[in-house]
């Protein structure tokens, strides 16, 4: 079974710092774009950061000079540093993935649970 499992989420005061990864685990031949999203309640899920297998990120206007998203191919991760905090970024984060299991051998895309990340002012 392919999973993705986010960690690092927690309560952080404004202007402070986070850094929050994901692993994937399972089956998997290889993963393609990996993304990180976020979606306070009453909002729609948005779109913050994505990497490319090859490296390339994108970012939200938003988070651009305060957050970096990375990935490691060998350990199946996706981190994203989060800096310069603000209460704005208050969120449940989720991790998504463009995963090719074995099982399958074609793309599914994957989300973890989430993990909240709470910035105080």
């Known amino acids: 079974q392919v999973q993705l499992v986010e960690s690092g989420g927690g309560l952080v005061q404004a202007g402070g710092s986070l850094r929050l990864s994901c692993a994937a685990s399972?089956?998997?031949?290889?993963?393609?774009?990996m993304s990180w999203y976020r979606q306070a309640p009453g909002k729609q899920r948005e779109l913050v950061a994505t990497i490319t297998r090859g490296g390339s990120p994108n970012y939200v206007d938003s988070v651009k000079g305060r957050f970096i998203i990375s990935r490691d191919n060998a350990k199946y991760t996706v981190s994203l540093q989060m800096g310069s905090l603000k209460p704005e970024d208050t969120a449940v984060y989720y991790c998504?993935?463009?995963?090719?299991?074995?099982?399958?051998?074609?793309?599914?895309?994957?989300w973890g649970q989430g993990t909240q990340v709470t910035v105080s002012s």
């Open positions: 998504r993935a463009g995963i090719v299991p074995f099982t399958t051998l074609v793309e599914l895309y994957y």
């Open positions: 399972g089956n998997i031949k290889s993963i393609n774009a």
